[in-house]
């Protein structure tokens, strides 16, 4: 269990297909296309675990803004 500070939460998102790229970073689920806008979205259990994260009708996007005020997403296997 991971817990983010909620502030910086914009939006949870049912988990949709990501566009894949060729990358060095494992952890790195994909883009997400939000508006025309490409969003990262990383999966935090390859980061942290070293697993995917398990798709299901529970997975979500959470979409964070970060100190940046860029948008990044962390796939979730829950959200309670």
Known sequence: ????????I???IPSVLLN?????APYLAG???LHGKGI????????IEG???KQSLNTRIVLLKTF???MIGILAERVD
């Open 1 to 8: 269990r991971f817990a983010i500070e909620s502030a910086s």
């Open 20 to 24: 894949q790229i060729p990358t060095d």
């Open 31 to 33: 883009i997400l296309n």
């Open 10 to 12: 914009q939006r949870i």
């Open 68 to 70: 940046s005020d860029k």
């Open 40 to 47: 990262p979205v990383v999966d935090f259990c390859r980061l």
């Open 51 to 53: 697993r995917a994260a």
